[in-house]
């Protein structure tokens, strides 16, 4: 459950949520971006379901939907978030829940409640309701939006496992809902299926309901505009000075004042201070108890806190624990996440709202919870899938998502190379406005801004295309002497921009014809045209998998007539041209036209035909032309068994030593997925780690939109988000872990 912030904080915007299109750059494929979700202002957090309310007054919500609580008008869990139909202006929203044994019937593992306050002061209610928690005046579970009874002009509200609570414009609290314990303070135990007023209560600006599983004893909390803390329900050791175990009428927790947020937790009540310090009072999983209130120590000053976490005025967050012996464990901070505006808990579950509007989650995923749309638990933060990421591609270990806000996100191994920060979850490695396209080499990056490119890292031999050979680590410095660019490539070493004109640039390493330019030297450190070529629509450059410069880099140009040409190295005749000779300016790939995209591998090459077809040429060391052998191909062959394809990729790496492991996949226009090749680290997705000398289809997988091939793993994209598969020494697959599998696993 989230905590209670006054209501200017309640209702404070945040910078638009915009989710990673990512960019995973290398190696062929890609997509178009979807549109993102407009601004998020608020998330809750329950034990099994969440919510979040967008700034266009829309709510969404994921996880357990066991009663409907997820108020799409289903009792289906979703793990990923789905928008609450008919719901428009809301400001604010709460969720709860507990676990269910049914009397004389089966047990039910999640009860789920939810909340919504809407800019007009009415209030909104679903889910489980069979002691009246939803106040509409019935016991009638609902599945989707009802509004609660006889309630006008409400500020802010809480929602508890058993009862509701809601604060009015003229500062009295009403509540609803089970009262056995006398937590709706109207000085009975009498359960009440429409909301009746606190007794004795005035000037509140904030409630708590809270309370553990079903038949656990409930407790109610309120905020008062003097800062004092009032408690009732069962409130046994959280009242100090008194031995009560309940009471039904508020009263005032003595030696406590200048309080502006109120919380609760596992039998702890927690209460922050104006000066951000934190207390708290009573007991603990541990079996301790604080008879008075206690400052948390160990922490900086405190903005918010939910649960035992609390998001700090510098943005960082951090959590602490109880030991055996009931003291207070030293906080710890929270890896990864910063700028922190908001936090929820829902006991094993937190979520964080950050300042880029993103919602960061961790902990226990049941029921999908955590919205990451896979019932995986995270014990690091993971982004909340709150919309479709479109744009993928793979170099090596490494992985880029570009936001629309211009955020830059990176995951893998050159993240933690670069930063020391753990690269198994996405960070974020930059903001440039108007960011539209990022490409990741080994040791630097390019982006692509409204027609400019510019780029950031290493700069060994120019491959930042700004004249000098220094690095920029830390900086996006422009590259110079480029028209207008529409999109652009990089390699280990070498880099490459598409002009709107069709014309092709390169810069960086020129060894091995990487350039295409006829010249070699060791560092270009500025744009060059590529010459020779027909007007161009599409590259595809290869190169960057060993810790060996010779033998790998090699790029493919699409003409705008369907034509292929191709320069570099040709060892394994992976330019199709009907030999091995290097090349140093481009030649026409042979045999080839009517060609609809490609993509260039370490040591092989695909190409998509009008007709659906795949063709493919260069080296077949691990069965990744496709055609059944292991026999290198010089020129163009097609792929058997493959049909309506739309996009292909390729990946792989060797050990400089002679050892290769390459693989390649195909998409069809039914959105269905293929591979062959090298499937050592389960790259593949058939559930084996069998190599495939012709192509499989991998199962579990539909709906994709576009593929990626990196050294030893892939990325496939879905309406619903992106699933990844094979080696995951570096974190390349995104899933807070560094732990491979050979079937898709949904990473956002």
């Not at 509007?357 to 014990?379: E, F, I, K, M, R």
């Not at 990022?438 to 692509?448: C, Y």
């Not at 269905?672 to 389960?682: D, E, F, L, Q």
């Not at 069998?690 to 091939?709: E, I, Y």
């Amino acid at each position: 459950m989230e905590p209670y912030v006054l209501p200017a904080r309640l209702r404070l915007g945040v910078p638009a949520l915009l989710l990673p299109f990512l960019a995973a750059c290398g190696g062929g494929g890609g997509g178009t971006a979807f549109a993102p979700g407009p601004q998020l202002s608020q998330v809750a957090a329950g034990p099994y379901h969440m919510l979040a309310a967008r700034a266009d007054g829309t709510v969404w919500a994921w996880g357990s939907n066991a009663f409907g609580e997820l108020g799409d008008g289903t009792t289906t869990d979703h793990p990923a978030p789905v928008q609450v139909p008919g719901l428009t202006g809301v400001v604010g929203v709460s969720a709860a829940g507990g676990d269910l044994v049914r009397v004389g019937g089966p047990a039910t593992p999640a009860t789920g409640i939810s909340l919504a306050l809407k800019s007009d002061g009415t209030l909104w209610a679903w889910g489980f309701n069979q002691l009246a928690e939803l106040g509409d005046g019935s016991m009638a579970d609902r599945h989707g939006p009802v509004a609660v009874a006889g309630l006008a002009n409400v500020v802010t509200m809480s929602a508890g496992p058993q009862h509701g609570l809601a604060v009015t414009g003229n500062g009295t609290a009403w509540a609803w809902g089970d009262n056995s314990s006398g937590e709706l303070g109207d000085g009975t135990q009498v359960n009440r299926a429409q909301p009746v007023k606190v007794a004795g209560l005035s000037g509140v600006v904030g409630v708590k309901a809270l309370g553990g599983s079903f038949a656990d004893a409930m407790l109610s909390m309120a905020l008062k505009n003097d800062g004092t803390v009032w408690l009732w329900g069962a409130v046994d050791g959280l009242l100090p000075g008194s031995s009560a175990s309940q009471v039904s009428s508020p009263v005032q927790v003595a030696g406590l004042s200048g309080v502006t947020a109120i919380e609760g937790f596992q039998g702890q009540a927690l209460a922050l201070k104006g000066n951000g310090t934190l207390w708290a009072w009573g007991g603990n999983l541990q079996g301790g108890t604080l008879a008075q209130p206690t400052p948390i120590t160990g922490l900086g000053k405190v903005a918010r806190m939910a649960g035992n976490a609390a998001v700090l005025t510098d943005g960082t967050t951090w959590t602490w624990s109880w030991n055996p012996d009931g003291t207070q464990a030293v906080p710890v901070q929270v890896a990864g996440l910063s700028g922190g505006l908001q936090i929820a808990s829902g006991g094993s579950t937190t979520v964080v709202l950050d300042g880029g509007g993103h919602a960061w989650s961790w902990g226990d995923n049941t029921y999908g919870q955590l919205g990451t749309g896979a019932p995986l638990a995270q014990p690091t933060p993971r982004p909340t899938n709150l919309g479709p990421a479109v744009q993928v591609s793979a170099r090596g270990a490494d992985n880029l998502a570009v936001l629309t806000d211009g955020g830059l996100w990176a995951w893998g191994g050159q993240v933690y190379s670069t930063t020391g920060a753990p690269g198994s979850v996405p960070v974020r490695i930059g903001s440039t406005p108007g960011l539209a396209a990022a490409a990741n080499g080994s040791d630097h990056l390019l982006a692509l801004v409204a027609g400019n490119v510019l780029a950031q890292g290493s700069n060994v031999f120019g491959e930042l295309g700004n004249g000098s050979t220094t690095d920029s680590p830390a900086t996006l410095v422009p590259v110079s002497g480029l028209p207008a660019v529409k999109a652009v490539a990089a390699a280990e070493w070498f880099s490459l921009a598409l002009g709107l004109d069709g014309s092709v640039w390169s810069w960086g390493y020129g060894g091995e014809g990487t350039l295409g330019t006829g010249a070699n030297p060791l560092a270009q450190t500025t744009p060059v045209r590529v010459p020779g070529l027909p007007p161009v629509q599409a590259l595809a450059a290869a190169g960057g998998m060993t810790g060996s410069i010779e033998g790998l880099e090699h790029t493919l140009a699409l003409a705008a007539d369907g034509t292929v040409w191709g320069w570099g190295q040709n060892l394994q005749g992976q330019l199709g041209d009907g030999t091995t000779t290097l090349r140093w300016t481009p030649v026409q790939t042979a045999g080839l036209t009517g060609v609809t995209a490609l993509a260039a591998g370490p040591f092989h090459s695909l190409a998509v035909l009008q007709d659906g077809t795949v063709w493919a040429w260069g080296d077949n060391a691990s069965g990744e032309l496709g055609n059944g052998t292991t026999s290198r191909q010089v020129v163009p062959a097609p792929v058997p068994g493959l049909a309506n394809i739309v996009a292909v990729a390729c990946g792989g790496w060797s050990d400089g030593y002679g050892a290769t492991r390459v693989h390649s996949l195909a998409l069809d226009a039914t959105g269905h997925v293929w591979a062959w090749g090298s499937n050592r680290y389960g790259q593949l997705g058939d559930g084996t780690f069998q190599d495939r000398l012709s192509p499989v289809q991998v199962p579990g997988l539909s709906g994709v939109t576009a593929v990626a091939a990196g050294s030893c793993h892939s990325v496939a994209v879905t309406a619903s988000g992106v699933w990844t598969w094979g080696a995951d020494y570096y974190g390349q697959l995104g899933l807070g872990r560094t732990l491979g599998t050979s079937s898709p696993v949904k990473a956002y």
